[in-house]
RNA sequence: GGUCCCGUGGUGUAGCUUGGCUCAACAUGCCGCCCUGUCAAGGCGGAGAUCGCGGGUUCAAAUCCCGUCGGGACCGCCA
């Protein structure tokens, strides 16, 4: 080993002894005759002091040397003054006065800062990954994937999982995402695909008899970048035989209840045991399915107050099977009409055609374009239903249901952003149940699963399948964080007259079916268990616990928006052999002039 | 496929609205000299950008216009 002790583990105990350090030079401080440099390794930050007179060729050494060099210093641990303490420092006690230095390597001067906390432009930092990944910032993060990682591992160690590899060249499946294809040089004109998610494989693998299996999936979909999406990412991948929902439910709940105390004490939740809304419930009060609960600003449903009242904007919408809604904004009615307009166009930009406010003057006078149309005792009804008190902002949008769920939901996490009213320290963890099993997709004529083609209907509901698909419920489960879908996953059909209805009912041919799924179909003939599972989003909870607002900041290295890697530039063209031999000819798009 | 924002020394920004006083300012980093207790060390000096790229308007463009490239956020998309 180059180094006896790490430059973060040396303590005021360590005084006396003499050590070998190996680390990076994160900063100097030059007195001419005394010489300063932090040495930084994973572990730490700890002071080198060289002084001329005890150790003059030390001091000559550490003279030359700049930021990011490599050094082995051999050096006597010495406390320092009281006076000379550093307390931001877990070192900061002691010093390491500089024997004998080897420079193991020199550096260029880095692209950017890495000793200093400030805003990098994110290509230079992507481009340079390796150094960003030095920075504090990057290492936390790092260092909380493990933790969050190695909990996992050893929570579901303990209870009884085994974690089973499946492959990454499998099987194109045109549902869903768009699959990352690889050519087969051995099958002329054919794929394998990446898995979007090792979902069939899992279900297989209960088939299998191994009734507790997790993996930290890759998952890969060829789909546009968010910030919190990435053409490639990590799911915890779990699948359970034997289980009812509420049983996937409890472990997840139990298994992160006691993990987050570890690995961020600094968190609280907002509720344990976590709510569990239905769908509709969620859409009620928060207008989506994956809200946040962290703070008020819930939907209030007014469309039988609307309903028939004067103001024909609001009736004509209930009249044409609409709903209204609205949302009190406590306290804010000191909205200006710039600040109004500009929150209208943000619901217009989502499809809504305005949005109509009321606004309760400290005095108690209404302030409002739309109180004019209604008697005085529908606005009384109003103000009532919506518990307006002085001083509230009350915001309404009135059209199709979806409409309207869809753009005040977004309203109301757009005012708390604005508002700053989630604290970030909280977890509003939620469960969300009793998902439509299928939305009528009305572009495509037909029945469009809610979770995925192997869902299960609740218990209860099965019988609908074949009198009223609509009021079927899927017994899906979805984990909210924060405004954040973090896990999902539902029980499995396990029936095969069952899975055969629900092809049937999303319109999928019984051949196109045996084409794309016969393994699967085949498997269910042979003692399939009862079986279902969850995938949560791992680079997602991990960007949550790390404060940070996209997940390239918890993947070692990731892609960029235009999902190409700017380090290694890839992806990159490849040799006209390689093509050959993938019996691929290129037909390009025509270059812009 | 669409909407919006950004692009100025190595890094982060100012300047752009209202073109000329700017061969571009500030901070930091870098280089050199001085300095024995600093820890974002300090002092003095220095180098470093034809303002993403191309075209246009103009006597004159970082600044105005058009195009283009790159980056970011969002909509669509992501069962």
Redesign the pocket.
Known sequence: MYKTHTCGELRQTDAGQTVTLAGWVH?R??????I?I?LRDRFGLV?L?A?P?TSPKAHAALGQV??EWVLQVVGEVRS?PAE???P??AT?EI?VVATAVTVLNQSE?P???IN?E???????RLKYRYLDLRTPRMQRNLTLRHQVIKFIRDYLDEHGFLEIETPILFKTTP???RDYLVPSRVHPGMVYALP??P?QLKQLLMVAGIERYFQIARCF?D?????D?QPEFTQLDIEMSFVQREDVMDLIEDMYTKMIPVVTPHKRFLRTPWPRLTYQEAMDRFGKDNPDIRFGLELVDITDLAKGSGFSVFAGAVEQGGHVRGINVKGQGGYSRKQLDALTDYVRQHGAKGLAYIIVEESGELRSPITKFFSEDETKAILERMAAEPGDLLLFVADKPAVVYDTLGRLRVHLAEELSLGDPDVLGFCWVIDFPFAFWDEEEKRW??????FTSPLPEDKALIDTAPERMRGAQYDLVLNNNEVAGGSIRIHDQALQAKVFSLIGLEKEVAEQRFGHMLEAFQFGAPPHGGIASGLDRLVMLLADES?IREVIAFPK???A?D?MADAPSPADAGQYKDLHIKLDLPEE?K
């Open positions: 900063r401080r030059d007195h001419g005759d005394l300063f932090d002071q002091v002084d007179e700049r930021s320092r000379m303490v550093n931001h420092l900061g010093e001067t692209p950017f800062l200093k400030e805003p990098v432009d994110e290509n230079t549902e869903g995402a979007q998610s979902q979909r789909e546009d970048q968010r910030g999406r469009d699963p809610s979770h995925h083609l996209n960029n928006q235009n190409r700017v812009k």
